[in-house]
């Protein structure tokens, strides 16, 4: 996996990349303590969409191995895999609204 064309991002600015497709997904299912088929499955519901290598290999981020960690323990105490998805995607909604929520009410304090 190389830098896009033209990029300015050093290989060692990778390792401090969040959003950089690091791990393969045995590597990753690892990390998680999951299983290929659920990383498999949390991509088809939407959750995450890992990047391709050239040779088509699903490739993850540590923030996507985040968001799947979140959906597995969810699963892990009986949540479907659909449902630990949607849960996941609303609290990040949630969390999202409130921040900007918050910027809006401290501008309007600030007038």
């Known amino acids: 996996m190389h830098a896009p064309q033209g990029s300015t991002m050093s290989p060692t600015h990778r390792f401090e990349d ?3 497709p690091a791990y393969t997904m045995g590597r990753a299912a690892e990390l998680i303590g999951a299983t290929p088929a659920f990383l498999r499955a949390v991509g088809e519901a939407g959750l995450i969409t890992p990047l391709r290598s050239e ?3 699903r490739r993850y981020s540590r923030n ?3 968001i799947a960690a979140r959906a597995r323990d969810l699963v892990d105490q ?4 659909e449902a630990a998805c949607r849960i996941v995607t609303l609290e990040d909604s949630l969390d999202e609204a409130l921040r900007i929520n918050a ?3 401290g501008s309007t304090q600030d007038a």
């Open 18 to 20: 969040d959003d950089y």
């Open 64 to 66: 996507q191995l985040r």
């Open 78 to 81: 009986g949540t479907p895999v």
């Open 55 to 57: 040779g088509g290999h």
């Open 103 to 105: 910027e809006l009410r």
